[in-house]
DNA sequence: CCCCAGACTATACATGCGAGTAGTCTCCTA
DNA sequence: TAGGAGACTACTCGCATGTATAGTCTGGGG
């Protein structure tokens, strides 16, 4: 039952069973199946966290942080190809399920999570314009989070039609995945899609003609 | 409490409130606060529906009837932009956002609401194509399939951060997301993102050395 | 050797859920 | 007007959950 290591302190064990229960099945996930996944009582969660909510709360932590830590290992290692970072292994696959669930179910670590991933982009892509790699933007900021969300949105859904990936598969489907839409984004990326210029044009006179401009309109959000 | 009309019969205020209370609240909204939205009883609804299942099923099956009357009467109207259907109406929120949320949850009613849209973009796509308003693609279908996935994860996360939007609040919230997402979204498609196409060219290489069509690589999945 | 703080378990408790049951009410019909 | 079928409610049951409490075990310091 368990895959969790036998030579932590029950608290880390906890912790641990607890990402990985909450990333299989969701954050409603009960105490009872999370001790069990660890090896423990029910009652030792109280014992060690005090409520479910503060071990939540501690995950969240522990997830955010060892996925900096992943984010800086691999872009010590591979050359940083844009928005796609394999997860190559099951823990680095955990961590992914464990933040897209998150995201997806909208809390404030989710929030967190994915304000992180903007900001890493957006440095990245700054980076890229100025190399002469990628187009400038009129609004970087709202292109960036545009593309963040719908890779993460995505993914949310890829992973929402396949309800039962076990999470030990989950590396094998996400290259199925890559696959599956590597060649569409990349000839969007190169090609775009419109053959003429016509629906952008109008579009930036028409907020021309609001008398406001395209940063101002995309960054009325909270 | 109740925004459901009260000239129905007690069934259809009951099937009403509870596609309004699923999307508002999810589908783990309870029976009684679905009873009370409709200004019943709980137990009514196993008289008339037989069970918390079946009532789900017959939403899933009035939203997506309503669904389809509503595309087919908006494209009468409107000449059809691309990928981009306004709810312009309160009752058309309330489907959107129940869509959503059968996506986001991924069960059989999500796997439809998605296959549906994605078959509908497909036909739209490849008559774009053919007048010469879309780039072709290699693979239309998987492009097709990135591009509503992408669409619809997009959305799932915007309002997956906006938490507590109240139905009543969505078509505006609705316009906000439009707001923020036409200019980069418009950009990309006219202009792409990439500045030369040594990525695409590199991808094609490389999917052609190992002896599969992109066709067959995209296609893999169930 | 003692003994006690902390790790840990077993069990109880309160709550909210979907489902089930029995009974009341109402309106249409014969 | 009698009666019955269906609409509807009040109540109960079993179950799962998070929380709380009381008690057991164990290892290290006096």
Redesign the pocket.
């Known amino acids: 039952m368990s895959a969790v290591q036998e030579d932590l ?3 880390a064990r ?1 912790r641990d069973a607890a990402i990985e229960g909450f990333a299989a099945g969701g954050f ?6 999370i ?1 069990a996944r660890a ?10 966290f ?4 503060l ?1 939540r709360a501690e995950c969240d932590a522990t997830v955010l942080d060892r996925y900096r830590t992943l984010k800086t290992d691999s872009l010590k290692t591979e050359p940083a190809a844009l928005f796609a970072q394999f997860p190559s292994s099951r823990e680095s696959g955990i961590l992914l399920v464990y933040i897209l669930r998150s995201v997806r179910d909208g809390g404030s670590a989710g929030r967190l999570f994915l304000e992180r991933m903007v900001e890493e982009a957006l440095v990245f892509t700054k980076g890229a314009v100025t190399s002469g790699l990628v187009v400038p933007s009129r609004d970087e900021d709202a292109r960036v989070r545009l593309l963040i969300h719908q890779a993460i949105g995505g993914l949310i859904v890829y992973f929402a039609m396949r309800p039962d990936t076990p999470l030990d598969d989950f590396v094998s489907v996400m290259e199925q995945f890559y696959a599956e839409t590597m060649l569409p984004t990349l000839e969007i990326y190169t090609e775009g899609i419109f053959t003429d210029r016509t629906y952008l044009e109008t579009y930036l006179a028409y907020i021309a003609e609001t008398s406001s401009t395209p940063a101002d309109l995309a960054r009325k959000a909270p």
Do not use: C, I
């Open positions: 302190t029950a608290r906890l409603d996930e009960s105490l009872r199946a001790a090896g423990v009582s029910a009652g030792l969660v109280r014992h060690h005090g409520s479910k909510e071990l």
